[in-house]
């Protein structure tokens, strides 16, 4: 029997995304499908663990619960966290790991003969970054037909959050509540910038007996460049002491059984400048207008589309997207990669569904964040978090 990590979703919820998967599976021709995604793997089966610098997968066959397929050492983790029991993980040889003779994906295409599951139409991930050319190569040389492109398949899905999906997100946001008031506790002239990475860590991660939980490692790094820096939006940290007269965005995540509440705001060391007061104004009463449009029935451009005209009137120029869905991830991206909040984009808004209305500005030599994740509802929007949506000034 599968030992069964107690936080995992009820059996009812894998059978409905089970049942999900199966009947795009059918619309898409599919016969079986392949993910290596680890969220899609983690969503699918309740699978967690740190070992998707290896290959493996979950397969969704024709009938019966999935398989999981990973390292052999591996799937001792997933019989502590799928509910799937013995025969439905499969674990290959070390031998495999990283071998320039022989690949994990040729021991996926002998088990999938062995089950029968060979002749049919077979779906895999193309484009993520968890499933190499190599292993495409491998698998395909294994089986009979041509493999069938079903990137996004599962993730499309995943699109619209289940009650208890949006608790793991509310429970997320608790955590990132706590990670930015450290920040505002903490930050000053002078503080080295990996000590204070240490504080958001401790209070990203350390139980809270208020809340009754601790925090799990969330999908991205603190993000948080100062001054000229903060024009590019993925610097981290170094070592330097903050300087006064500086301002730095701080984009971090509070995550909860895998399932984040990205939230991004940003600091002042000392008397802002015009710029950033300016800067503040026009996220703010931008925000504002995305998150009037951001309701169910509208679709995804209309939130962009709003945020943008106010920035236009502001005379500032954002040439990228202006957030995406967010949910259940692993390393290295919180996002979903389906729709975004862009213009052109046509996807229909649902309750349920989850972005961060990511309304950064990164402009030639500054950056400016204040951002929220957001839940889509049958009336206004949720936001998740609750914390001061303001430019954070200290003297």
């Known amino acids: 029997m599968a030992i069964v990590d107690t936080f995992r979703f009820s059996d009812a919820e894998y059978e409905t995304r089970l049942a999900k998967v199966r009947q795009a599976m059918e619309a898409a021709g599919l016969d079986v499908l392949v993910t290596s995604d680890p969220s899609n793997m983690a969503w699918l089966t309740g699978y ?33 966290t799928c509910y799937m029991t013995d025969p ?18 040729d021991y996926l295409a002998a088990k999938l003969t062995e089950r029968s599951w060979h002749n049919g139409r077979i779906g895999v991930e193309m484009d993520n970054y968890w499933f190499s050319a190599r292993g495409y190569q491998a698998l395909s040389a294994g089986l009979p037909n ?23 997100m509310r429970k997320a946001a608790r955590i990132v509540e706590r990670m930015h008031a450290r920040i505002a506790e903490k930050v000053e002239p002078g503080i080295r910038k990996c000590d204070l990475v240490a504080d958001i860590y401790d209070a990203a991660l350390r139980y809270d007996p208020e809340l009754g939980y601790g925090g799990d490692y969330p999908a991205i790094v603190p993000l948080l460049p100062s001054g000229t820096d903060a ?40 008397k802002p400048t ?12 931008g925000m504002e207008a995305g998150l009037e449009a951001a309701r169910a029935g509208n679709v995804c451009e209309d939130i962009a589309i709003a945020f943008f005209d106010v920035l ?38 649902q309750p349920g569904m989850t972005f961060h209305f990511m ?14 994740s957001i839940a889509i509802t049958d009336g206004a929007p949720e936001c998740l978090a609750e914390v001061p949506r303001k430019l954070l000034v200290k003297q």
Not at 50 to 78: C, K, L, N, T
Not at 274 to 285: I, P, S
Not at 327 to 334: F, K, Q, V
Not at 359 to 372: A, N
């Open 231 to 270: 024009a590019a939006p993925h610097l981290t940290w170094d070592d330097k002491p903050m300087k006064a007269g500086e301002g730095t965005f701080f984009e971090i995540a509070g995550c909860f059984r895998r399932y984040h509440c990205p939230l991004s705001r940003t600091v002042f060391l000392g």
């Open 312 to 349: 236009q009137r502001h005379e500032i120029i954002k040439n990228n997207r202006t957030g995406y869905p967010i949910g259940l991830s692993y390393p290295p991206d919180w996002g979903e990669r389906t729709c975004s909040l862009r213009p052109g984009d046509r996807t229909e808004l």
């Open 146 to 168: 041509e493999l069938i492109d079903a990137t996004n398949l599962i993730n499309w899905l995943r699109a619209v959050k289940s009650p208890a999906e949006l608790d793991r």
């Open 359 to 372: 309304t950064g500005l990164w402009m030639e030599d500054w950056g400016f964040e204040i951002t929220e």
């Open 274 to 285: 015009q710029q950033f007061l300016d800067a503040e104004q026009a996220v703010l009463e």
């Open 48 to 80: 967690d663990g740190w070992s998707f610098y290896v290959h493996q997968a979950v397969v969704i066959g024709p009938f019966g619960d999935p398989v999981w397929f990973g390292r052999e050492q591996d799937a001792q983790g997933a019989l502590r």
């Open 88 to 105: 439905d993980i499969i674990g290959y040889p070390d031998y495999f790991v990283q071998s320039p003779d022989v690949h994990p994906m």
